[in-house]
């Protein structure tokens, strides 16, 4: 299944990538043209989300999230090109529909990437810990955005916390990544093994 899908995706990228390209240099971005293009870049864009969630490699609880996050994004795919070629009726249920869609295929490829980073040490355990729920926080505010469930007078608030948290989540997930690979660093490495022999 994890293979199909990941063969799957790279031919859907190499496609789009083609079709992309010939429709950017040759096309007038109008119409059909300009439909076709969109849909490429929504097939790169949701194929990058699945590819993360399939290419985890996990046990016990992390293989269930990175299948939910691969059919996530396929269904993300879905709606948005549906939503593009005028398949769906555009009013508010239907957007508020899609960008669900959207944010739970992002937030699951995100935490399929989280999860599937091996924190060691104390200092990324905590790291881990609180990129984890900066992601947890952001989904639930874009969700409690998508459905309309902010007072009008304390939408600026809204945003402003939406931005600071949106921030935050990209410096923890970016930062988590060094981290750990400065945890497990050569020189890192050779540091404790030294320290162990001397105890």
């Known amino acids: 299944m994890k293979k199909f899908f990941l063969t799957t995706t790279l031919a ?6 083609t079709i992309g390209i010939s429709v950017a240099v040759f096309g007038e971005f109008e119409g ?5 293009l969109l849909t490429m870049l929504v ?10 969630s399939a290419s985890r490699e996990g046990s ?18 879905g709606v948005v090109v ?6 769906l009726v555009q009013d508010q249920r239907s957007w ?4 669900t869609v959207v944010v739970v ?7 399929a990437y989280l999860l599937g980073v091996r924190p060691a040490g104390g200092v990324v355990r905590l790291w881990w810990g609180g990129a984890v729920l900066l ?4 989904a639930g505010l874009l969700m409690v955005g998508i459905l309309q469930c902010v007072d009008p007078l304390k939408r600026s608030t809204y945003i402003k916390l939406l931005a600071v948290v949106a921030i935050l989540d990209a410096l923890a997930t970016v930062a988590l990544g060094l981290l750990a690979q400065l945890m497990e660093s050569p020189g890192h490495g050779s540091r404790r093994t030294a320290s162990r022999r001397r105890a």
């Open 105 to 111: 295929a992002l937030t699951l490829g995100h935490m």
């Open 60 to 77: 016990g609880w992390l293989n269930p999230l990175s299948f939910l996050g691969a059919i996530a994004s396929l269904a993300a795919l």
């Open 96 to 99: 508020q529909v899609v960008a």
């Open 12 to 17: 859907a990228l190499l496609a789009s990538a």
């Open 32 to 36: 059909l043209q300009k439909k076709l």
């Open 135 to 138: 992601s947890l926080v952001m």
């Open 43 to 52: 097939v790169a864009g949701f194929s990058v989300t699945g590819l993360i």
């Open 82 to 87: 549906l939503l593009i070629w005028g398949m």
